[in-house]
C-alpha cells in the first residue's frame, strides 16, 4: 500500500505556537532525564560506598592488628635493649632497630605533643614584664620582638617546647635572675602528652638509600 503524504497548511501564529510547544516538551524531557541522570549517580555513590566500606573496614581491622602484634613484639625487644645496655627508658620516645645486614630497620615510638599547665601563664607574664622594660632603644627592642615572637604560641594555643630552648639560652646570656626565674617556671610546668604510638619500616632499595614500606592509605 502507497503511502499518502499530506501537506498541512498552518499559519505563522499557530508555527510559532507549535515551535513553543516542541520547545516546551524538549526542555521537560530535558529535565527529566537530569532527574534520572542524578538518581542513577546518587544509586551509584550508595552502592560503591556500601561496597567499599567492608573492605575498608577489614583493612582498619587488620591493620590494628597487625600494629598491636608488632608492638607487643618490639615491646620485649625495648625491655632487653634497657638491660642489656644498662639504658634508661625516662625520656626516651622512640627506639630504632636494625637487623645484623644493615638493610632493614623499623623504629618503634610515639608522637609527642606540647603542653603546659596552668603556671606557664606565670611564667611568660615575668618574661613578657622583664623584657618589655628593656625597650629603650633600637638594640633592646629587636631584643623585646625577638623574645615575644618566641612566646607566640602556634595555631593550636600551644608554646613550642623548642622556643623555649630558644628562650633560655637568651635568658642565659641576659645574666637577668628575675628573666630566668621567669623561662624556669615556663620550663617546669612543661607537661608533654603522649598522641599516638608509631610504627615506621625502612628498606635499603638497590641504591643503598632506605625507603619507608608504605603502612598508610595516603603512602601505599
Do not use: H
Amino acid at each position: 500500500m502507497e503511502e499518502v503524504k499530506q501537506t498541512v497548511e498552518i499559519t505563522a501564529e499557530e508555527k510559532q505556537q507549535f515551535e513553543e510547544f516542541k520547545a516546551a516538551q524538549a526542555a521537560k524531557n530535558a529535565k527529566e532525564q537530569a532527574k534520572r541522570d542524578r538518581e542513577a549517580y546518587r544509586d551509584l555513590v550508595d552502592e560503591t560506598i556500601e561496597r567499599a566500606i567492608p573492605s575498608l573496614e577489614c583493612l582498619s581491622q587488620g591493620i590494628k592488628e597487625t600494629k598491636q602484634s608488632i608492638l607487643d613484639d618490639f615491646r620485649n625487644v625495648i625491655e632487653m635493649k634497657a638491660d642489656v645496655l644498662k639504658l634508661k627508658k625516662d625520656g626516651q620516645r622512640s627506639d630504632t632497630f636494625t637487623n645484623s645486614a644493615g638493610d632493614k630497620r623499623i623504629t618503634v615510638g610515639v608522637y609527642v605533643t606540647d603542653g603546659y599547665r596552668d603556671t606557664v601563664e606565670d611564667g611568660i607574664a615575668i618574661v613578657k614584664e622583664y623584657i618589655e622594660g628593656l625597650a629603650s632603644d633600637a638594640k633592646t627592642q629587636s631584643l623585646v620582638k625577638m623574645v615575644l615572637r618566641l612566646l607566640a604560641r602556634d595555631a593550636k594555643g600551644t608554646l613550642k617546647a623548642s622556643r623555649v630552648v630558644q628562650l633560655r639560652k637568651i635568658a642565659e646570656e641576659s645574666g637577668s635572675e628575675r628573666f630566668m626565674e621567669g623561662v624556669q617556671i615556663i620550663e617546669e610546668s612543661y607537661q608533654p602528652a603522649i598522641s599516638k604510638q608509631f610504627i615506621r619500616a625502612e628498606v635499603k632499595n638497590e641504591n643503598g638509600a632506605w625507603v619507608c614500606i608504605p603502612l598508610g592509605m595516603t603512602e601505599a
